[in-house]
């Protein structure tokens, strides 16, 4: 389904410790399987897998500058380019729905 400005937001992140696998693939499998059906049930969608790829690609818990990702989302002063990135993303499309209805943040325990 097209964006749609007057549906509200549902947000699906992994990947903010890039060691824990498990969201990231979570979230992938979630886009494979449920994605569609769920944007059609009047939401817009916005799935970002993998908020630290370094930390995923080196299987690291940090930043490359030791810096723990999940402690930085501080909007007026993110401690990480990660964490930076992904609220910028979130809040553009926040911006173009009626509300943001729910954030699913996939970890591992």
Request: glycine share 8%; hydrophobic share 35%; charged share 20%.
């Amino acid at each position: 389904e097209p964006w749609d400005a007057t549906k509200p937001l549902a947000v699906v992140t992994g990947g903010v410790h890039g060691y824990e696998t498990s969201g990231i693939h979570g979230a992938l499998h979630f886009v494979h399987t449920h994605f569609e059906t769920y944007s059609k049930k009047g939401v817009n969608l916005l799935v970002l897998p993998c908020v630290s790829p370094w930390g995923y690609e080196v299987i690291h818990r940090w930043t490359p500058e030791a810096i723990d990702p999940n402690r930085q989302f501080n909007p007026a002063s993110p401690g990480c380019p990660e964490a930076a990135n992904a609220m910028r993303v979130i809040a553009e499309y926040a911006e173009k729905s009626s509300r943001t209805l729910m954030h699913v943040d996939l970890h591992e325990t």
